[in-house]
């Protein structure tokens, strides 16, 4: 097996592995004994749901959450110099893309070795295609503002940019402040702007539907106080 630094996606939430990732990372990541996790008891879970048969006590993790210190990234990939793959597991989805998996990545690229991204689900990128919005300009925004001023100001702006750049705005919020994000939406954008709601993509509980905020408005809207969305704004 090459030494490389691995991006293994994983399931967006309580779904079968088969139903989202193909067979070749199943083969790839039972290779693997040193991985950056963004949080090691999920990591060890996802690993045993890959194979039972897992060395869960043989693999070595290496935290990459917001209390981590990227310094130590440098001296872990020193492993794949000597030509010991490695892997990077995330906490939902794709590492790297809104995850701090990006700092590893970078260090790496730094450092001239080869990262081998693998597929997998990305909920931006099947929010997207399901939306039936702009899939040639799209940006992703993270989280907005907590400050319901500044939130409402942002908000505005992203419509905003949605008319004047024709560009997809996504942006994401807590499942707790979800139903807090709908209503801010259709106080303040425009009728005529459509908002796609994506949540829960690929499990039993996804839920996708577009509508104008006029026609949202008019609509019962789900109970999302516990599922991960994406909330998706174009013309």
Known sequence: MEAALYLFPVTLGETSLEAVLPAYNHEIILQIRHFFVEDVRSARRFLK????????????FYPIGKHASTEHFAVHLNLIKQGIPMGVLS???????????????AIAQREGLKVVPLVG????????MASGFNGQSFAFNGYLPIDPGERTRRIKSLEQRVYTEHQTQL?????????????????????????????????????????????????KRPDLSKIPAIFLLYK
């Open 121 to 128: 689900p990305s909920s931006m990128i099947l929010s997207v």
């Open 49 to 60: 749901k890959v194979s039972q048969e897992v060395d869960i006590d043989g693999i070595t």
């Open 171 to 219: 942006f994401i919020e807590t499942p707790y402040r979800n139903a807090k994000m709908i209503e801010e939406l259709l106080r303040t954008c425009r009728p005529q702007t459509k908002l796609c709601i994506a949540a829960g993509i690929t499990c039993a509980e996804e839920y996708i539907r577009t509508l104008t905020i006029q026609e949202w408005k008019r609509t």
């Open 91 to 105: 906490e939902a989805g794709c590492p790297a893309v809104a995850d701090p998996g990006a700092d590893v990545v």
